[in-house]
């Protein structure tokens, strides 16, 4: 259970509890009734006459129309319904679950003049696992518009929720759970659907998403540095302190662990460069991660409402523009894709008798036998996929409403992206699983200590290549074994 006496305590941490883990929501009292303080002095403001945009004006290039009292009264209603122009595939129940906790966030601050009643409507639908279906992809809007109509107009009972593994009418779900639509009031269908909460989700989802493969890329290189029997100084704590990098440290003291036990004796003097680089290669990944975390953390707490209503007053703002998240979910796949590359590297080397001191292609025999060459010409699709999407999604702006609406970060294409990328990285990761598998099996010297969790799962997926046989489905089952590995143990956040 997690209780929200502030707004600010629905932080990252929160999130995850909320979100991934489904933990029940409790909003304080006194939390609520300063919402609705706030608002009562908003209304004030508005009592007076003045025109605000969405609330007593049209929106976009529309915003120069004011709006009469009747339009005024259809208004917040209409907002949700014309911009639900996406469609599927749908964000993941986890996702859409912190679409809403981090709109929550920002109407609880105040600053977006909603009622106390409808942060209760939202908590009690995260509560009853009430799930929108919220498109992916193609979001190519200033803001967010397009997804969050259709994550909010739920809530009033039109269009489609997720259940399972399929979607039903909003109305039917809200009847299902004895909860009747909601009624709008003035300015909370603005409040809804201003501002970038879905940006936040996403960045989340993606950085929580980076940390396993941190972790994945870690594993998979000290496999590669033992079966490859690599020399082990580019590993020493020593290097740690060369760089002046804690980063880099802490990377050389998670892999150090994993490497204790591995003969020294018999290696070469250098190694690679492929295989010398894996602590800063571990170590711009990890920063990247952190630096992505930092962004968002710091996104969930801030008010992205346009307008907010700060100090008595109406101001309109850019807060919508999470450049940053969209941005850093970029670097995140260029860093991603980086460690892949390294790891397409270390496969050709393995297979490679002049640095593994293995026969050529890792065959058993000299005969006709491919062995598991040809899983490498599989990486190298994977790595031509992943420098092609490297392209960054979060440059390339246009004009949209008339001109009025002409800057965008494009986050949802930089995170649909960005899922395409850790799939090929963990798809390159595991195949280098396999090629080490193979020298580990033909080298006949049990892995050091620090990996024998990792040499268990991965020789039980993957027996020794004796005869040619086709290797997909092992290949399948290493990338479940990887997505297993990367939620244990140390990872960065």
Not at 130 to 153: C, D, K, N
Not at 349 to 362: E, I, K, N, T, V
Request: hydrophobic content about 45%; some cysteine; overall charge negative.
């Amino acid at each position: 259970m997690v209780t929200i006496r502030e707004a600010g305590d629905l932080n990252a941490e929160a999130l995850e509890r909320i979100a991934w883990q489904s933990e029940e929501l409790i909003l304080d009292g006194v939390l609520l009734r300063r919402v609705d303080e706030a608002r009562t002095a908003m209304l004030a403001v508005l009592a007076t006459g003045e025109r605000v945009y969405a609330v007593t004006t049209g929106t976009g290039f529309m915003a120069r129309k004011d709006l009469t009292a009747t339009e005024q009264a259809s208004q917040q209603r209409n907002l949700l319904l014309g911009r639900a122009v996406g469609s599927a595939p749908y964000l993941s129940p986890p996702e859409t679950r912190a679409v809403l906790a981090a709109r929550l966030v920002n109407l609880l601050s105040g600053y977006a003049g909603a009622t106390s009643k409808l942060c209760e409507y939202l908590a009690a639908r995260l509560n009853d696992d009430f799930t929108p279906a919220i498109p992916r992809r193609t979001m190519g809007t200033s803001g967010e518009v397009i997804a969050l109509a259709h994550a909010f107009q739920t809530i009033i009972g039109v269009g489609l929720v997720l259940e399972g593994d399929r979607t039903c009418p909003a109305a039917e779900a809200l009847a299902a759970r004895g909860a009747e639509p909601y009624v709008l009031s003035s300015k909370e269908g603005i409040a809804l659907l201003a501002g970038a909460p879905a940006a936040v989700a996403l960045s989340f989802g993606r950085r929580r998403r980076g940390a396993q493969l941190w972790r994945e890329l870690l594993i998979t290189a000290a496999c590669v540095i033992d079966a490859l029997q690599a020399p082990l100084d580019p590993y020493d704590a020593a290097v740690g302190r060369l760089g002046n990098d804690p980063v880099l440290v802490r990377g050389l003291e998670s892999l150090g662990p994993l490497l204790a036990g591995s003969e020294r004796s018999g290696r070469q003097i250098q190694a690679p460069v492929s295989l010398r680089v894996i602590p800063q290669v571990l170590a711009h990944l990890d920063r990247t991660v952190a630096r992505l975390a930092e962004d968002t953390d710091r996104a969930l707490g801030a008010v992205s409402d346009s307008p907010a209503f700060v100090d008595g007053r109406f101001v309109t703002n850019g807060g919508f523009h999470q450049i940053g998240l969209a941005a850093g979910m970029d670097g995140l796949a260029l860093a991603l894709a980086q460690g892949a590359e390294l790891a397409a590297q270390w496969c050709h080397r393995l297979l490679d008798h002049r640095f593994s001191g293995l026969p050529d292609q890792l065959t058993v025999t000299a005969g006709p036998n491919c062995g598991p060459m040809v899983v490498y010409k599989r990486v190298l699709g994977a790595v031509n996929e992943l420098r092609r999407l490297c392209v960054p999604a979060s440059v390339g702006l246009a004009d949209s409403s008339l001109g009025q609406e002409d800057a965008m970060t494009f986050a949802f294409e930089a995170a649909e992206k960005l899922r395409r990328v850790e799939e090929l990285v963990r798809e390159v990761f595991a195949c280098t699983l396999l090629v080490a598998r193979q020298a580990w099996a033909l080298r006949g010297t049990p892995p050091p200590g620090g990996l024998q969790r990792t040499a268990a799962l991965v020789t039980a997926a993957v027996e020794p290549i004796t005869v040619d046989r086709p290797l997909g489905a092992e290949i399948e089952r290493l990338i479940e074994v990887l997505e297993e590995l990367g939620k244990e143990g140390p990872q960065r956040r």
